[in-house]
């Protein structure tokens, strides 16, 4: 079998690295992929969104699944587009992806369908929301509607903060249409978790827990990044936790999908806040989380290649999927000024030695070929990702591995797992 993978971020190295342990994928091919990538499969000088070009590609080439990575060509329809011309594609179509492409969508199914999150206006005024956010008094959570790269959701101390991240989106439209519509929410304080499953519209399989390393410095401090690093299991999540979470997110999830005559095929992604042990939904997800596929698809036991193809044909009744027992850390290394403007181009030393090698795996993200040496070229540059009996050696595992890496300017969290290791 054929496979297309579309993005080039650490999570699609994760899923390509996956998939070509399956017996059943003769070939990968990787848009745009990376340095890391291109070791085990043919990467294409196409770029995520560029639809038609991946439709050609995959009608030229016979692709027999197309698997896409990140959130933005499906928010644009890619698997609607896909779907008419009866080609095989893992993920939702437009009207699924909805959930995270719009935040006022996301919150009006909520609340509708009766899934706990914390209390929102939404507003298309600046004026009203101003007004609001006033009369409420901080803290106050602002978002965009839109999609905005990780970077649309201020978490806000003081109403003079909520004020300037509310002109930064509805007056100088930082994020450009995607700011038109604002959320203004209860700010809710607790321990996140991602909890994702995989669903073809009729089966549920949820996947390991995980929790990902939202801020760039250790101990939870500075701004908000894509996921500085993260684990799994998430040992917050325990077995009744994660029943109540299948009972009061997950069930009337599926239920308000069904209603809205939206037949998902995919992952959803719910990003949790837990608040005395309680489960609220802070946003949702129409793919794999980036940086928590990592640890999650080197705990993967199963065929990759068979959950996803059976997701895309609604037959996921016909699988099992399974785990193993050890942990997995990921820790994600950063170039200079990441997330803000960050320096390119630099050499990247000491990975030789981890190629081909079961654990530890060192995932690329923002990494590119030049002269025949493997340069920095993104904010995320690597993902450092290891299995191990529990988190703690998981941990100890991933940091040994990093020792061996080095590029100018290289920065990354050194207390990732360590709220596990609490809990553990
Ligand atoms: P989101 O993209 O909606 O997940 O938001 C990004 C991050 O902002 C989350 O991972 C949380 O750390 C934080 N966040 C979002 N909504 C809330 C909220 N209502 N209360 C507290 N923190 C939040
Ligand atoms: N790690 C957060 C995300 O993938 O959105």
């Not at 002109?167 to 209860?186: D, H, L």
């Amino acid at each position: 079998m054929k496979v297309l993978v579309i993005g080039g971020g650490g999570r699609e190295h994760a899923l390509v690295w996956k998939l070509s342990r399956s017996p059943r994928v003769d070939k990968i091919f990787c848009a745009p992929g990376n340095a890391g990538i291109a070791e085990i499969a043919e990467c294409l000088d196409i770029k995520a969104d560029d639809i038609d070009s991946l439709l050609n590609f995959a009608k030229y080439e016979g692709i027999d699944l197309t698997v896409v990575g990140p959130e933005a060509p499906l928010t644009e329809g890619i698997v609607d587009v896909f779907v008419k011309e009866e080609r095989r594609i893992f993920g939702p179509d437009k009207s699924g992806a909805r959930l995270e492409g719009s935040k006022v969508f996301a919150k009006d199914f909520m609340l509708k369908y009766g899934l706990p999150t914390a209390e929102y206006k939404m507003f298309t005024s600046y004026l009203h929301a101003e007004e609001y956010i006033r009369l409420k008094g901080a803290p106050l959570v602002i978002k965009a509607d839109g999609l905005a790269a990780g970077k649309g959701v201020f978490v806000c101390k003081t109403v003079d903060e909520a004020i300037d991240s509310l002109k930064v989106i509805m007056k100088e439209k930082a994020f450009g249409a995607a700011g038109s519509r604002v959320v203004v929410e209860q700010c809710l304080k607790g321990e996140e978790a991602s909890f994702m499953i995989l669903t073809d519209g009729k089966t549920v399989i949820p996947l390991a827990t995980s929790q990902d390393h939202k801020t760039v410095f250790d101990g939870d401090k500075g701004p908000n990044t894509g996921g500085m690093g993260a684990y799994s299991p998430a040992p917050v999540i325990t077995k009744k936790l994660h029943a109540t979470i299948m009972k009061t997110v997950i069930d009337p999830l599926m239920k308000g999908l069904k209603r809205e005559r939206i037949n998902y095929r995919g992952v959803i992604y719910a990003g949790l806040m837990i608040c005395d042990g309680k489960p609220f939904v802070l946003e949702f997800n129409c793919r794999f989380g980036d940086p928590e596929a990592q640890p999650l698809l080197m705990r993967l036991d199963s065929d990759l290649f068979d959950m996803l193809k059976a997701t895309a044909e609604g037959k996921l009744e016909n699988i099992q999927v399974s785990w193993k027992d050890d942990a997995a850390v990921c820790v994600v290394l950063a170039s200079k000024g990441y997330p803000g403007d960050y320096e390119k181009g630099r050499v990247i030393k000491g990975l030789d030695e981890f190629t081909g090698k079961m654990n530890p795996v060192i995932f690329h993200a923002g990494t590119s070929m030049s002269k025949g040496k493997v340069v920095t070229s993104g904010g995320r540059v690597l993902s450092v990702t290891a299995l191990g009996k529990d988190i703690m050696t998981a941990r100890e595992n991933a940091y040994d591995a990093i020792e061996k890496i080095h590029f100018q300017g290289m920065h990354y969290r050194k207390d990732i797992g360590d709220k596990a290791i609490k809990i553990e």
